[in-house]
Every structure is written in C-alpha cells, then in structure tokens.
C-alpha cells in the first residue's frame, strides 16, 4: 500500500485527511509545518506529498515543493497543493515550483481519493 505525507498546520484538516484517506488503506504520515514535512519527506520517501501552502512559520508549501523538486531523493514524489489559495496566480506557482496537482479547499473526499489514485497510477 502506499505511504501519503499530509503536510497542514491546522489540526482538523489533517485529521479530517487522515481519516478520509486511511480508508484506502493508504499508511499516513502527518507534518505540522513545512520544516517537518522536508524531514518526514526525506526520511520516510513517502509515494506522494499532501501540502498546504500556508503552514505558519518556515517554509510555505511552495518551498518545500521546490526543496523536495531540487532534491536527488524526493525529486520523482508526486506533490499535491491542498489549499485555500485559489488564484491562478497561486495555480501557475504551484506548478511551476513542481506540483503535480493543485486542489483548492474546501475539496470533497471522493475527489482528493480520485486525484491521489490517479497520481499514483501513473508514478
């Protein structure tokens, strides 16, 4: 099974991740910020990274995407951008630091399932 890194600073949404994506059997790691979530990445090469953009003080989720992209050990991790930055400026930076996927909050379960198998069917 695959093993999914959530990368949030509120509490709620992580759990509500967790619990949504622990029902495909998927293991789940969980980062509170993005410092952890560049140790936990690296430590553990999760199959693919779950990320918010703002995450309190260190780094936002556009760098440690561009961190993980740069990076010779978590440069082929799928990135998924979770948040409530909706502007297609906030889109076209997603991507362009390495995000495979952006989906905006609030995202509904069977949709961020969909988007999380899709992604690791072609990885």
Known sequence: MAKLLIADDLVPIRQMVRITLS???????????GTEALELARAE???LVLLDVDMGPGPNGFEVCRQLKSEPGTKD???VMLTAHESESDKKTGFSVGATQY???PFGPLELIDTIRGILAHS
């Open 77 to 79: 991790i799928p990135v």
């Open 23 to 33: 029902t495909q059997g998927w293991t789940i790691l969980e980062a509170k910020n």
């Open 45 to 47: 090469k999760p199959d």
């Open 103 to 105: 989906l905006t909050k």
